[in-house]
């Protein structure tokens, strides 16, 4: 591996699978993992819920911002779990579309999420409310950034039609299209 070789972005709403499959893809490829999420943490000293709670949704975006910035500045190419939200900034969809960064976008129906997605601390935007018409209401801001900003689209509901291993086969689907891509 060099240098050269582009950095692994996954993007797609909550519960697509960017975070296991990420880790994963990362393994296959032999190159480090980040996850925006937890990655989050040591460099701004709280949890995205806790940045909500405090700045709102354009204070939490700002740092998202730099985040993404700051880890695709590493030289060493990594694969990225992106934040489901990244895509709603103007800035971070360029540098997300720059030529050093590949993204692949875990494109999955709200219904399909709504029915494998826990309510989790770190899906704070689901709290109190129906999980299917959130993600509905995400998914129809959303979907044309992330399709905007793809350089491969995997359907995650057909991997999990497929086999009893859906996130180990997409993991092995975005090492496939990094190897082709760097061919």
């Not at 000293?45 to 940045?51: D, Q």
């Not at 975006?61 to 910035?69: I, P």
């Not at 692949?104 to 989790?120: E, I």
């Not at 905007?148 to 180990?168: I, N, T, Y």
Request: net charge negative; no cysteine; proline share 4%.
């Amino acid at each position: 591996m060099t240098d050269t070789e582009p950095h692994v972005a996954l993007v797609g709403l909550m519960g697509a699978g960017k975070t296991t499959v990420g880790r994963r893809a990362a393994k296959l490829l032999g190159r480090p993992f980040v996850d925006a999420d937890e990655a989050f943490i040591p460099r701004f000293g709280r949890t995205v819920a806790e940045t909500f709670a405090a700045d709102g949704e354009p204070g939490f975006r700002d740092q998202e911002a730099t985040l993404l910035v700051e880890v695709l500045a590493v030289t060493t190419p990594l694969v990225l779990a992106t934040g489901g939200g990244v895509v709603t900034r103007d800035a971070n969809r360029t540098r997300l579309a720059a030529a050093d960064v590949l993204v692949v976008y875990l494109h999955a129906d709200p219904a399909f999420l709504a029915s494998r997605t826990q309510a989790k601390a770190d899906r704070f935007l689901l709290a109190g409310d129906d999980p299917a018409a959130v993600l509905s209401r995400l998914y129809a801001e959303r979907d044309a950034w992330y399709r905007l900003v793809a350089d491969e689209v995997l359907e995650v509901g057909s991997f999990h039609e497929w086999g009893s291993q859906p996130k180990r086969a997409m993991a092995e689907r975005v090492a496939q299209v990094v190897r082709e891509r760097i061919a």
